[in-house]
Every structure is written in C-alpha cells, then in structure tokens.
Nanobody, 115 residues
C-alpha cells in the first residue's frame, strides 16, 4: 500500500506560480513512477506530468515549458512547479503513484487561476 498526501494548491492570478507537493509513505520501494493529473469541471482526468524511478519525465503538451516535475528521494516527495499559470489550468490536481501495476491516488488539491 502507498499513501499520498498533496499540498500547495490555492488561488493565483494569471501569470503567477504555485508549487504542489506530494509526500508518499508506505511501500514506497515498490513505486515505479509518480505523476500529477488534473480534472477540470466537466472534463476527464488528464495526465499533466510524470517522473519515473529512473528520473525520466513526461509532460502534457499544454504545460511544456511552464511546469516542471521533480522529486526529492530523501523526503519521498514529488513536486510540481507551475509557472505562467493560465485560467485553463484551473482544476483539481491529483498525485498518482504506480506501484507494482497498481495505481494509488492522493485526495486532490484545488488550483484556481483567476483574476
């Protein structure tokens, strides 16, 4: 079992920045990859960014050049640095961990980009 706790969401103006954190606990040795997904009202959940245990990263086209995923292995934490935020980035952001073919999810954190 893997437990994920997210933090760092909030309200920000267009062009602003936020950093999301996701702390993992439990069977962290089994984690193959971690990522961030988001779901806006009326839309399907979509992948935003992911990072493998080997450090490879992957980003949605809509966030390339603006968002950066990183990890601190000592703290078992993954971060999502979000810069140049746009109103269309507004969504609930979920942390995900893939461990031994199982998906684990955090509770979600709201990000609202509005003036």
């Amino acid at each position: 079992q893997v437990q994920l706790v997210e933090s760092g969401g909030g309200l920000v103006q267009p062009g602003g920045s936020l950093r999301l954190s996701c702390a993992a606990s439990g069977s962290i040795f089994s984690i193959n990859a971690m990522g961030w997904y988001r779901q806006a009202p009326g839309k399907q959940r979509e992948l935003v960014a992911a990072i493998t245990s080997g450090g490879s990263t992957n980003y949605a086209d809509s966030v390339k050049g603006r968002f950066t995923i990183s990890r601190d292995n000592a703290k078992n934490t993954v971060y999502l640095q979000m810069n140049s935020l746009k109103p269309e980035d507004t969504a609930v952001y979920y942390c995900n961990a893939l461990a031994l073919a199982y998906d684990y999810w955090g509770q979600g954190t709201q990000v609202t980009v509005s003036s």
